[in-house]
């Protein structure tokens, strides 16, 4: 079945080509997976104002409401949007009831990641695998049914207050779980406005305490099967006032990858110490979202008020850096006018961009990635973009 394409991927008339090309999707022999991994299932939000969020999100990242589930259909806890983008499922929920535990949450942590939802095909397997490794089982295996029909869903602790719910949904056909009704966007694209400005996830970064990393790569190694794939150390990632330590682990296909950042010590406070003061703790702090035109897309965001980190002019002049990146598909001005960072190694190029952050605190973010060929993260940018991190963080005060 690893050639197969997700229910998700065929609603986004998605290829296997495409994917490849767009996440680095490989080919892998299910039979020895400890923990089979379909691909992501949902990305699930607590946020402040999930009735605000969800206009934002899709008046200016074009994404598509398609369920919902809130106090006019039963649930007086909180409201829940649910949006798409090509293949990915983003869910957006916000307390209604001050004694929501949501609201709880949000006081803590911020606007953030609560769930990293996978979809799964044997949730009982993984589960069992989970606790044998040692994991923290946080929703044991059930099945949940409405009219559409049956999820047999469960959850698991990772880092921080974060989960990883898994579900299976191979018996189930309805707009995203049971309690939710399928609903439209009252957003209207405007005339000539791209069809979706990006089409998949390709990894989620997670950032956890110093001196923890390791800890975690091998809980995603033992208790979930996954690979560690690029590997990176120290002055790889140093600027005079930040560090960091930063691995890589992916599911046996490679549509989830997780970078695990720790702060490393530094003359002043790194970028990941700040996010892990802010968020309170361990979190998800990136999501980079692919898309196969870069350009378009950013220009797009940028009409739609969308902020990007500045990169400084002197990192398209460098002639280190030209001739390490040699011949792109487009010139490097127009990469320069849009401040789009790029990076080569063995097996080709990669494109990619980072926001500001979504929220008030400076947390969570987001990434486009357009890869052509590398399977990398970007290591030789990290260091002209932690830079221009830091003039931010210097803005706020925080360095
Ligand atoms: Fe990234």
């Known amino acids: 079945m690893t050639d197969a394409l997700t229910q998700d991927e065929l609603k986004a008339d998605l290829t296997l080509e495409q994917l490849q090309q767009l996440v680095g999707l490989v080919e892998y022999d299910e039979e020895g997976d400890v923990f089979p991994v379909t691909g992501w299932d949902s990305i699930v939000f607590v946020v402040g104002n999930a009735t ?10 074009g994404m598509q409401l398609e369920a919902y589930s809130g106090p006019e259909n039963g649930n007086r806890d909180h409201k829940s949007f649910v949006l798409r983008s090509g293949s990915i499922r983003f869910v957006l929920n916000g307390a209604v009831d001050p004694d929501s535990p949501l609201a709880d949450h949000h006081r803590r942590h911020g606007d953030g990641v609560v769930d990293i939802a996978l979809e799964v095909p044997d949730v009982d397997r993984c589960i069992a695998q989970a606790r044998k490794a040692g994991a923290t089982v946080v929703r044991e295996p059930e099945d949940v049914t409405d009219e559409h029909g049956t999820i047999r869903i469960a959850a698991i602790a990772t880092y921080g207050e974060t989960v990883h719910t898994l579900v299976d949904r191979s018996r189930y056909d309805g707009p995203y779980l049971p309690g939710y009704v399928a609903a439209e966007s009252t957003w209207v694209k405007r005339e000539g406005d791209p069809k979706r400005l990006f089409q998949a ?8 305490e110093l001196g923890h990393m390791d800890e975690w790569v091998e809980f995603y190694n033992k208790v979930m099967g996954f690979v560690n794939m690029a590997e990176f ?10 560090a960091l330590m930063s691995k890589v682990v992916a599911n046996g296909n490679h549509r989830v990858k997780f970078p695990l950042n720790e702060p490393a010590v530094a003359k002043k406070k790194s970028q990941i110490d700040e996010y892990l003061e802010f968020y309170r703790g361990a979190g998800a702090q990136h999501l980079a979202l692919a898309t196969n035109d870069i350009l378009t897309t950013v220009d797009a965001l940028r009409a739609n008020g969308v902020e990007f980190l500045d990169t ?10 030209r001739e390490r990146i040699g011949k792109v598909r487009v010139p490097i001005e127009e990469l320069q006018k849009r401040k789009i960072l790029v990076d080569r190694d063995e097996d080709g190029y990669l494109l990619q961009i980072f926001t500001k952050p979504l929220g008030d605190r400076p947390t969570v973010f987001f990434e486009l990635i357009e890869r052509h060929g590398s399977l990398g993260f970007g290591k030789g940018n990290f260091k002209a973009l932690f830079e221009a991190i830091e003039r931010e963080q210097e803005a706020r005060g925080n360095l």
Not at 52 to 61: F, P, T
Not at 237 to 242: G, L, N, R, V
């Open 312 to 321: 400084p002019d002197s990192y398209y002049e460098d002639p280190a850096l």
């Open 201 to 208: 996830l390709d990894h989620i970064v997670g950032n956890v």
């Open 233 to 242: 150390i120290g002055d790889d990632i140093a600027t005079d006032y930040s």
């Open 52 to 61: 605000q969020a969800a206009h934002y999100y899709q008046s200016a990242w």
